[in-house]
């Protein structure tokens, strides 16, 4: 090991930022080449987001999406990862500078820091309305659904009745639309058996969309396939829905006040300050509205080109004129275009401008229903939905997670059961009004079919 | 499903506080029996606190041992679950008292509250040496294991060299000794292939005792044997070592100080405040020094026959004379119990002073090694590990979950692998002393096999 690590160090020096699709793509496609690379990751992970709603929906465990980024590249002895959270760069010199004060040296950097949520200038109100990009917001996302479940039972075992149980989904893109559809489906099919004094199927699962349509980035016959399906499901789709205001327990809809249990951020997309950091460094380099950095075709900075950017912190129109799409697939595309970049550098061949192959778009929304689109060939409903199985099953990093995975789906699918139902973390919520001194108990229901008081309470 | 409801509503009621072993199985006792129950418990979940240590120590995820109360006892018609924290009594009303504010009336009262850890007054220790008695706890330990062997990686690839890794576990019981030959198996076993700028197994784990011995409840051949199977795994074994002060990075054992990595606390135990709540309430009724309440023979609070208190908040001699040890086989046994007698009660008949049955004790260490007692019957290493993960497999509530476990259990022997080893919450750990500029590039490595910087850090 220690012979192996010494012989690298007169390779020249690959510094990766970050770990998502980008960056690990990357660094795979560098194992075993003549490079050192170093992996700087704030995380110990690799995070598979496309499925992190199934974590937020408690059908999968965050061990089954993710996996130690070490264990990962284990086999690829000139990859090294280190947890580290990146501050800027020193672009002149060459050095990445950690927030621990130390830097790492490089002659190629590869910048893939990816983006978060974007709430409008309105940070206030995240605390209110958390969006879902890593485990924590996951897990953090799963107990408040729960939750909202639980403290209604509470409420109506106790009080009679509870307060109504909205859940509101803001974003009508790929997350919301899963969101909404994967909510929809534990009130539905999952939970009812368990809650005895509420009907957990009288849930309101609500999704805004700013826009005329959801799904606004697919062909518009899936985009109203998609919203039938959600409809299907129960969930009511409000299109052309500015919200404008999100408070504790409410929201605001145009000038509609709606009462909340559960409020999600599934729209605003701001890429990671690193690109603005960098930009900062290099003459000539644009950063748009979203943070997002202009790189050259070959996706190096422009003036810089042993200075790499991509994923969802690129900005980029493809060598066929088409943007590229803030998508797994392209991150991973663009990640393995660079190391083949850096690579052609090393054997003094000419780089190569990155195309994006567009291999299609898929959402899934609930049990049995998706929407799909793979060139011009756009697909509803069951089939669609196998392929959305698929595919992301196939897509999973390492053996194991998929098999657990695809065993997981099938459990769920045939027992309506989610094995991950778990709330950790805080589940102090008050109860609503609790009645002062009642001396007897009244069993009645009231018009919802929530039972009345059958304990006395004051 | 209400028509359900409404015919409970004549039924006597009985109240049981905590899902834990004791709760939990009460509850189950009691299903399909005529009495209407309410089972109250602070979290969504029941936890199975033999196996928690396997989840601080990434083999087995949280939802794998640990399942939503509601969905176990989903079957059970007449048994409401409902999340909520009780803060206190009202005895002469019959009511248990909710932190909202709100009040269950009960007929019968099952108090199974259990045990935190205690810091014997020295609260302020728990900061640096949590110890393992819920999930959180148990992802919190993981999240500082994990780190500890990131942040010596970052450090020995930065500086050259790293701070000793220093596993320190203060408390030689079952859970101590548990977890030290989980991290020296992790340490020697499982990270090491992953990391490649430190020699992991160069980690010291460090268990202290202060007694003579570890597992002093069990005999004292197996407690030696206990002690040569941790030294096997390299586990270094230190009785009648008091630790006498926890600080951030280190700790004082008698006149020592021992810098550490990670601290553990796996000694102490304080029962539920409830106990005292209940005694205050109750003219006769005694708390011995870890807080637990002095029952009756059939587990009743003395002069308080509709009162029952089980598990680790229950001090009692058996019918036997035996005291009755804070186990969760003890706990089940008076669940059981407890309902048996409710039950009798309403038949009319005599109730049954309880009887533990002793089923024997049994710990693992590491990998292949586990000392085991039934009775007169001691068993060390192999055999014993192997009736350890039978019989808590099968222990497992829920047909799901054992399955998993198992599996799970079998991936790990086989591959030596986690995969659990998930970081989540705080990464932020600073690098110590990131060197100022050096110019070049120097590869050495030290005398414990770390290597000398191979990257440039100012």
Sequence with gaps: MRDAIKNL??????????????????????ASAPVAVTLVDRKNHHTFQPLLYQVASAVLSPGQI????????????????????????????????????????????????????????????????????????????????????EVAEREAYLTGSHRPLNFAII??????????GAIAGIAREVLGRDFKAIDTRQARVMLFEGNPRVLRTYPEDLSRKAEKQLQELGVEVRTNSRVTAVEDGRIKVGEEWI??????????????????????QAAGVEVDKSGRVSVSPDLSLPGRREIFVIGDLASLKDADGKLVPGLAAAAMQ????????????????????????????????????????????????????????????????????????????????????????????????????????????????????????RVVVS
């Excluded at 974003?171 to 909404?180: F, I, R, W, Y």
């Excluded at 009462?259 to 900062?280: I, Q, Y």
């Design 9 to 30: 160090v007169s390779r020249p020096k690959v510094v990766i930022v970050g770990g998502g699709f980008g960056g690990l793509y990357a660094a795979k496609a560098l």
């Design 66 to 149: 993710a996996s130690p980024l070490r264990s990962i590249l284990h086999g690829a002895r000139n990859v090294e990862v280190i947890l580290g959270e990146v501050t800027g760069f020193n672009v002149g010199a060459r050095r990445v500078l950690l927030k621990d004060g130390s830097e790492l040296q490089y002659d190629y950097l590869i910048v893939a820091a990816g983006a978060r949520h974007s709430y409008f200038g309105h940070d206030g109100w995240q605390r209110n309305a958390p969006g879902l990009k890593t485990v924590e917001d996951a897990v953090e996302i799963r107990r408040r659904i729960l939750l909202a479940f």
């Design 171 to 180: 974003g009508g893109g790929p997350t919301g639309v899963e969101l909404a």
């Design 259 to 280: 009462e909340t249990s559960v409020v999600l951020w599934a729209t605003g997309v701001f890429a990671s300050p690193l690109g603005k950091a960098l930009a900062a």
């Design 334 to 453: 663009e990640g393995r275009a660079v190391a083949a970049n850096i690579l052609r550098d090393l054997r003094g061949e000419e780089r190569l401008p990155f195309r994006y192959w567009d291999k299609g778009n898929m959402a899934t929304i609930g049990r049995n229903r998706a929407v799909a689109q793979v060139g011009s060939w756009h697909m509803s409903g069951y089939f669609a939905w196998l392929m959305w199985a698929l595919v992301h099953a196939l897509l999973l990093s390492g053996f194991r997670n998929r098999l657990m995975v695809m065993r997981e789906w099938v459990w769920a699918y045939f027992t309506h059961s989610r094995s991950a139902r778990l709330i950790t973390g805080d589940t102090d919520v008050p109860t609503r009004q609790p009645r002062q001194v009642e001396v007897d108990v009244r069993p009645e229901t009231d018009a919802r079919g929530m039972l009345e008081s």
